[in-house]
């Protein structure tokens, strides 16, 4: 199993990914020889990965990471990097490659004290890997000074240093640093690629794969988590039973709470571990004994419970954007049954809801109503209460 086998419906980028590894791993073998390097190469100090939604930005980063990292022998004998089994290979794809650094925004923005540290180490050699690997996930949130920040460090990178940067569109990058780094776009996979993906690596029942992949229409980690996870499936059936329920005014406002606090429980389950094990370890660095902390030490825990909180209340609102796709994907549906669209229902299960709305509304109506879900992602992106947020949606919703 390679590295690049995650990469679903993505052969062109994992051909062209694995020639630059290829070339950087000729790159570090020269170098360590006192060879000379090879005089045309794929490889370049800084990556730029667009794509949609769920179409796997970070994960080609990722595998790309792991590739870059790779010690197999194997690669002496003519093999490619990026293995999948080898220590390097394994450190970089969990995350725990010592020289394999990654950035996410742990709340609306990447701020500027997220990204020193980070910036800091790039200018610096691999402690025991062949490259420095900088990985921010989500390049879209650099605010202006930790964009700034990457900018001057993309500008003159450390020899052996790679930036992986990954963002929706390349419009969402800073034009003076998407100059400096080369492009990938990543298509949306294939209903049928995401269904074989889920039938061979997570040893799905081939109908429920189906079901789960054209449900999420392209998304690869939400397919994943649609087969695998029935808590999951069970939010999405009550998100697509909404629409059915708004008849009254009080029963808006009803659905609207139960969204939000749907997404507020799914943001606690998912941030308690974490929570706990970043305090944990926090506290073990700083020599609390006893459960007493040392003096001087009340400033870095409470930097990390502004931390913390900025995270959950960013995992809520992306639990809420993932119910908000599915009642974006629901109406479609209705809206291809009213214009006799021969494109396919990704709610096939909910035909029969689909079937009644797409009789008792007009086309104008069903894409008015598209356009309230879109406003209300606009208004939780614009730090709107999400409760607020979500009761002008239902509210609109019911109103066609």
Known sequence: MSVWDDLVGQERVSEQLGA???DADALVTAAASDAPPPEASKMTHAWLFTGPPGAGRNQA??????ALQCVSPDRALGGAPGCGFCDGCHTALVGTHADVTTVAAVGAQILADDMRDTVRKSFTSPANGRWQVILVEDAERLNEKSANAVLKAVEEPAPRTVWLLCSPSIEDVLPTIRSRCRHLNLSTP????IADMLVRREGIEPEVAAAAARATQGHVDRARRLATDPAARERRAAVLKLPLRLGEVGACLRAAQELVDAAAEDAKQLAEEMDAKETEELKAALGAQGG?????TAGVMKDLEDKQKRRRTRTQRDSLDLALTDLTAFYRDVLALQLGSRVALANTDAEDALQRLAGDSSPESTLRRIEAIAACRDALDRNVAPLLAVE???MALRAG
């Open 20 to 22: 630059a590894a290829r």
């Open 61 to 66: 980063a990722r595998a790309f990471a792991a």
């Open 392 to 394: 002008a949606m239902t």
């Open 292 to 296: 007493r902390m040392p003096r001087g």
């Open 190 to 193: 294939s209903v049928d690629a």
